[in-house]
């Protein structure tokens, strides 16, 4: 019988929001009535991280073959009925299992939702999955279950980077200058392990209680660009085609995905877009500059108040027009997103030498 307007839902039946400011806190400690977690977004490492915890929030061994079982997005698609026959599985030491399935994607979505409607077992599913858009089918069923939960990692970024850095030096007695935490906001988040393998290096190069100086940075994570995307950036913006070109080619054989490179491309276009757009109203660049946080790093600047030269706001405007462009067509074009991608940065950096 369908229910009554007049009768509202019973709160274990509405689904679980989870922010991104919750997230973590989730993860550590799940709902008792959620049977599935799905981690997604555009940073695998937070992404990898948030499923460990919610792996260790169940077992103390995420390596106990008896109380983890591993699967994969292609295996449950193949045979939607193993992800119940592993959730009703009993651990032969006892204790409550998790079934972690790796790689999945919208194909999973059918499997999920069976597995959702008639829950088997106690065990919690852990489902890893990379970017998914709004309109995602795994994302709905997630979003749309009271037995389920959604947790979106995206890039940390501003306010919420600080934070990584300063807690997780904090918890090594360690403060952070200015200029010091200026550069490491500037040059870290494009990935939570690399953010926090990078401050551990930092934090074991001061050996102990302190403050970490612009200096100390330099020493020990000075060449920390050259992992990260900014770079990147700088180049397509400059319209250095080639050097451009062999930046995306280091950083896909590294392994970033194509669409975070986009994003990385895009902020900054962005922060040139505000920065722009201040000085067309009448502030001087240093005001506008002022406006930026994370602050443009003092050793880059002199190279981003001549892109706010080259890149008036009409300018950038089109060109997060086609980044945003390149984004959409890596997600539904069935193309190869690297070829998408270079295309497009390939054809901003051009745009950029016919200033």
Sequence with gaps: ?????????????????ISPERA???????????????????????VRERVAK?????VDDPNDPFRVAELTGPQIKTDPALLADEAAALALTGGRRVVRVRDADDACAKAITAFLETPTGDSL????????????????????????AALPCYLDEGHALETVIR????????????????FLASHLGGDRLVTRSEIAKLATYMGGPGEVT??????CVGDVSAMTMDDLAFAVADGEAAHAQALLDRLIAEGKPM????????????RLHLAGGAMAQGKSGDQALALLRPPVFFKVKGRFTAQLRRWPPERVAGALDVLLQAELDCK???????????????QISRAAGRR
């Design 1 to 17: 019988m369908p229910r009554s307007w007049a009768t509202p839902p019973k709160p274990s039946e509405y689904p679980v929001k």
């Design 24 to 46: 973590d806190a989730f993860a550590t400690r799940p709902d008792a009535k959620v049977r599935l977690a799905l981690v997604y977004g555009p940073d695998e490492g937070l």
């Design 54 to 58: 919610l792996v260790r929030s169940v």
């Design 125 to 148: 599913i852990v489902v890893q999955a990379g970017d998914l858009p709004a309109r995602s089918a795994l994302r709905k069923v997630a979003e749309g279950s009271p037995m389920a």
């Design 167 to 182: 807690d997780t030096l904090a918890a090594n007695q360690i403060a952070v200058s200015r200029d010091a935490m200026d």
């Design 214 to 219: 612009l200096d100390d940075v330099m020493a």
């Design 259 to 270: 669409i975070s490179l986009l994003r990385s491309v895009s902020r900054h276009f962005m």
């Design 332 to 346: 539904s074009s069935g193309m190869p997103e690297i070829e998408i991608g270079a295309r497009a940065l390939l």
